[in-house]
């Protein structure tokens, strides 16, 4: 059974940090490229991060966000730094090998807020 599993969302003041897991099961991990996106209230699902063979970031978390993977726990990360109040969202871990193979977590709430 495929399981996504995100954890590490809350409550953090403006400038704060937080670093999010997925913790990944039933599929070959290392072979999927994972992202994370975020949908905030109103608005459409923000692809935020990648990593593959390489790492990409949205302009707006460049700098501010790092995407990092640890196959052999079968985990990817996002460290968020220098949080900002347009960061809350739900941010959602995404495992993508082909179309035809994708998988997404359930989502965590990341809220900044003073």
């Not at 897991?21 to 935020?48: D, H, I, N």
């Not at 871990?93 to 035809?100: D, F, G, H, T, V």
């Amino acid at each position: 059974q495929v399981q996504l599993v995100e954890s590490g969302g809350g409550l953090v003041q403006p400038g704060g940090s937080l670093r999010l897991s997925c913790a990944a099961s039933g599929f070959t991990f290392s072979r999927y490229t994972m992202k994370w996106y975020r949908q905030a209230p109103g608005k459409e699902r923000e692809l935020v991060a990648t990593i593959g063979g390489s790492t990409n970031y949205a302009d707006s978390v460049k700098g501010r966000f790092t995407i990092s993977r640890d196959n052999a726990k079968n985990t990817v990360y996002l460290q968020m730094n220098s949080l900002k109040p347009e960061d809350t969202a739900v941010y959602y871990c995404n495992a993508i090998w082909i179309p035809s193979r994708t998988y997404w977590g359930q989502g965590t709430q990341v809220t900044v807020s003073s």
